[in-house]
């Protein structure tokens, strides 16, 4: 059986029986955990070897986890800050910033791996513009050259511990003062202004090869009435075409009150892979995840399946070995004391 093009949430700590019906689902490829599926390191460990022995290929397993305010596990693992402290860095010193980000990269997804799991919705593309309350210190810098660089070297280090990157949230949510959580953003500027900025981080990455990007719930009217996560004009024409992005696309969560534009939640999921997406998300809303997989109808996409199993995670530590590593401990040393203290000798 292949990977589905849907990944949905869970509601607790523990599968249900229902769950694991759903997981067996042939358009389920993948399950995104929050805080309500965390109790400790252990039990997350378990879950996600739970979730990992249901099917061949094995489904992902992925999470929100950059640190500062989008954080789901807490207890156990190192209490990350905003990458934004990382563009102070790379402003007093551009070396040390990159270095710093490197480790940054390495350190959350070393953790992750080390409790099974295979990806995190990480870096953000988007322009810290002071503009966006949703985005705001979530990104690395307002200069789209910068946040290139340093989200090229969190990738670097992700995939140093054996996780891809996921860039979000293309083509750039950072001007817009709107929450897609809560509303359909607006962003009314011309492309050749998005070109200019919000854009670049998101080409330089491309040709980096980052594997996954995520799509904004925005709409670009002088570009494409639709949201952007919906349009095919801004997936295929110019994600694929124009930037030339080889990787997986993933819709933002097609709960969120930003994607209601495109109606009930299977014509949200509908759409959204029609428009280019390879996989949709139905995260938070149980009803509407099993909506999608009772009227989506049959899926099969043998480059998305692809892409979707490049996705999963390699070099899964245990977490005695974790706990017992100096690189482990200079790294979280590292993270946790940069501003008082010079970057340690890490051969990142």
């Avoid at 075409?241 to 509908?270: C, I, K, N, T, Y």
């Avoid at 200079?330 to 993270?335: F, N, P, R, S």
């Amino acid at each position: 059986m292949s990977l589905g093009p849907v990944m949905i949430g869970l509601q607790g700590c523990e599968l249900t029986q229902e769950e694991r019906d759903l997981l067996r689902h042939p358009l389920v490829g993948g399950v995104i955990l929050f805080t309500r599926n965390f109790e400790s390191i252990d039990q997350l460990q378990a879950l996600n070897r739970q979730i990992h022995a249901l099917r061949r290929p094995r489904l992902l397993v992925a999470v929100d986890h950059e640190g500062g305010r989008v954080q789901r596990f807490r207890d156990g693992f190192t209490h990350l800050p905003a990458v934004r402290s990382l563009g102070y860095r790379f402003d007093q010193n551009r070396d040390q910033g990159l270095r710093l980000a490197r480790i940054s990269g390495w350190l959350m997804a070393i953790e992750l791996r080390s409790a099974g799991i295979d990806l995190s919705f990480a870096p953000i593309l988007d322009l810290d513009c002071g503009v966006s309350g949703v985005i705001g210190d979530r990104a690395f810098h307002s200069d789209p050259e910068c946040v290139a660089e340093l989200a090229r070297a969190y990738m670097i280090g992700m995939r140093r511990a054996g996780m891809e990157a996921t860039g979000k949230h293309f083509p750039g949510h950072g001007s817009v003062a709107a929450d897609s959580h809560r509303e359909l953003p607006v962003d009314p500027r011309p492309m050749a202004e998005l070109l200019a900025r919000d854009l670049v981080p998101f080409e330089r990455l491309s040709h980096y090869g980052i594997a996954a990007l995520m799509m904004a719930h925005v709409v670009y009217p002088e570009i494409d009435t639709r949201p952007a996560g919906f349009s095919c004009t801004w997936i295929r024409d110019i994600l694929r075409d124009r930037l030339r992005f080889q990787g997986l696309v993933f819709s933002d969560d097609l709960d969120m009150a930003g994607a209601e534009w495109a109606g009930d939640p299977e014509a949200r999921a509908r759409l959204a892979l029609e428009a280019g997406c390879d996989m949709v998300l139905a995260c938070n809303d149980r009803s509407a995840a099993v909506r999608i997989l009772d009227h989506l109808g049959p899926w099969d996409d043998p480059v998305s399946h692809l892409r979707l199993i490049r996705m999963h995670g390699r070099n899964k530590p245990t977490r005695d070995r974790l706990g017992r590593s100096q690189h482990w401990k200079k790294a979280v040393d590292t993270v946790l004391s940069y501003d008082q203290n010079p970057l340690l000798d890490m051969d990142l």
